[in-house]
């Protein structure tokens, strides 16, 4: 039996994540970010309480993200805790991160490395500039 992942899902500006079983997408657009900013003052504040795993701001900020009003912003809260707290903070970290960066997924760990290493051979063969 294979356990689903949990990792979120990058698309044109969208961010999926799972819910207790259900896929959010979370869109890094002006309103979530205007949204986010009025509510904490600016993305650093939001990063700073997701990081102390504050349970609001993880609520408020895929509420804004998904556009979630009314009954389905409240059921947020339930979907969160049943997910629990320690997986939901990384992925709105992550989201957060995406949204900062105008909606572009993150660069993978390796396409990090493979550029980092270009640049130590160009420098080693004095082709840096």
Avoid: W
Avoid at 73 to 78: F, G, K, R
Avoid at 106 to 125: C, Q
């Amino acid at each position: 039996m294979t356990v689903p992942s949990t990792a979120p899902r990058f698309a044109h500006g969208v961010m999926t994540i799972t819910l207790d079983g259900e896929d959010v997408e979370l869109f890094a657009n002006v309103r979530a970010s205007r949204t986010i900013c009025r509510l904490y003052g600016g993305l650093n504040q939001a990063f700073t309480n997701t990081n102390a795993f504050d349970f609001d701001t993880l609520v408020n900020v895929v509420n804004a993200a998904a556009g979630r009003v009314g009954k389905q912003a409240e059921a947020t809260a339930e979907a969160i805790f049943n997910e629990g707290v320690i997986v939901v903070a990384p992925q709105v970290l992550l989201f957060l991160n995406f949204l900062a960066g105008g909606g572009k997924a993150p660069k993978t760990e390796t396409a990090k490395a493979g550029t980092a290493e270009a640049g130590i051979e160009a420098a080693a063969s004095g082709e840096a500039g």
